[in-house]
T-cell receptor
Framework: QQPVQSPQAVILREGEDAVINCSSSKALYSVHWYRQKHGEAPVFLMILLKGGEQKGHEKISASFNEKKQQSSLYLTASQLSYSGTYFCGTEETSGSRLTFGEGTQLTVNP | SQTIHQWPATLVQPVGSPLSLECTVEGTSNPNLYWYRQAAGRGLQLLFYSVGIGQISSEVPQNLSASRPQDRQFILSSKKLLLSDSGFYLC????????????FGPGTRLTVT
């Protein structure tokens, strides 16, 4: 079943923070985060594994609450380059297919 | 390093015509390969995935098919395109279950007229 992302869209000014959430109704093994710029392919950002492991990438970090089957992506001090659509992908067991959410469109303005 | 290629980049085809999209991966062996379709403003819909040569799993029943004739080649085909086949087609690879993150090719934008 497809994970649910919220919000659907967010507009920021450069330097502001944002949080994007991903929620599943099923137990998860991992959560992946990708960013897609308009007209381009999605780019892998990070993976969070069962156990609540948190991994960061520059000023983007994420968390995974396996008991609640939720993950959150934290973008701090946003930059113009952060604009794009963010997708979470969930994996129910190790090596199983990824199921992607509908995406969150992030716009960072000067 | 690994790279993934897709062609063509864009394609305009009439309804009822055949389709063949190709994806190749370089720099890795025995990858898992995936075909996704993305409608405008929507998420990624998994169409097919393959864990090895000749091994194809279909996720969505439709008029599309996939084949993997070589380890690093994945082909998406159709005998007769429908208007609803329009979209952005993305090929991806991973080394699951060792490492499940997926890396996407540049995509093919297909318009069926």
């Amino acid at each position: 079943q497809q994970p649910v992302q919220s919000p659907q869209a967010v507009i920021l000014r450069e330097g502001e923070d944002a949080v994007i959430n991903c929620s599943s109704s099923k137990a998860l093994y991992s959560v992946h985060w990708y960013r897609q710029k308009h007209g381009e392919a999605p780019v892998f950002l990070m993976i969070l594994l069962k156990g609540g492991e948190q991994k960061g990438h520059e000023k983007i970090s994420a968390s995974f609450n396996e008991k609640k089957q939720q993950s959150s992506l934290y973008l701090t001090a946003s930059q113009l380059s952060y604009s794009g659509t963010y997708f979470c992908g969930t994996e129910e067991t190790s090596g199983s297919r990824l199921t992607f959410g509908e995406g969150t469109q992030l716009t960072v303005n000067p | 390093s690994q790279t993934i290629h897709q062609w063509p980049a864009t394609l305009v085809q009439p309804v009822g015509s055949p389709l063949s999209l190709e994806c190749t991966v370089e720099g890795t062996s025995n990858p898992n390969l995936y075909w996704y379709r993305q409608a405008a403003g929507r998420g990624l819909q998994l169409l097919f995935y393959s864990v090895g040569i000749g091994q194809i799993s279909s996720e969505v029943p439709q008029n599309l098919s996939a084949s993997r004739p070589q380890d690093r080649q994945f082909i998406l085909s159709s005998k007769k395109l429908l208007l609803s086949d329009s979209g952005f087609y993305l090929c991806a690879w991973s080394m699951a279950p060792t490492s499940s993150e997926q890396y996407f090719g540049p995509g093919t934008r297909l318009t069926v007229t």
